[in-house]
């Protein structure tokens, strides 16, 4: 976003110049407006590489993987039941970043950042239901199946539907009001 030079000080790259990947570059632009377009493109990019991350990770997947995914689906049903949007969100993530790394590529596992910003800003800047969904969950748990079953076909189109719920329930979310945010 910045670059330093001496005696030139620090100078605000162009937006192009930006790393749009960086942790902190998504959570910023998620602070500012245009936050539900952000969200939008970053689905859009969750379309391009985790579904094959989930048909990945049911090809090579090991056991301690299948029962992180099983323990974070649990933990989402129980946070979910209680309306523990914060815990809820904690074990989503930890569902997400565990199928990245499960999938066997160091490429695919290095969005996990960038999906954890995602659905931190979703929650963050109340663009989630204040319940979790149902079908969400039901998705995440054929996920969790499919990887530990060795399905990839059922898997990546699990996934795919658990991106397209996410994007539904983010386009017809109504917008908080300006400055609104639990960061």
């Known amino acids: 976003m910045v670059t ?10 162009p ?60 933990d989402m049903v129980v946070h979910a039941a209680a309306g523990d949007l914060d815990a809820y969100l904690e074990a989503d993530t930890t569902f997400h970043r565990v199928l990245l790394n499960a999938c066997g590529n160091d490429m695919l596992a290095a969005f996990g950042d960038l999906v954890a910003e995602l659905l931190a800003g979703r929650t963050h800047h109340h663009l989630m239901p204040d319940t979790p969904n149902p079908t969400a969950i039901e998705l995440h748990e054929k996920v969790a199946l499919a990887v530990r079953n060795g399905h990839p076909a059922a898997a ?25 945010t639990d960061w």
Do not use: K
Request: glycine share 6%; no cysteine.
């Open 15 to 74: 937006r192009q110049e930006w790393n749009v990947f960086d942790p902190l570059v998504i959570r910023w632009r998620l602070d500012g407006e245009g936050r539900r377009e952000q969200l939008l493109s970053l689905s859009e990019l969750r379309l391009g590489f985790e579904p094959i991350a989930a048909r990945l990770a049911a090809e090579r997947a090991e056991p301690r993987h299948h029962g992180e995914l099983a323990r974070s689906v649990a």
């Open 4 to 13: 330093t030079r001496r005696r030139v000080g620090i100078t605000v790259l």
């Open 156 to 180: 990546e189109e699990a996934m795919r539907a658990i991106i397209d719920e996410a994007a539904e329930a983010l386009a017809s979310a109504d917008d908080p009001p300006e400055g609104d």
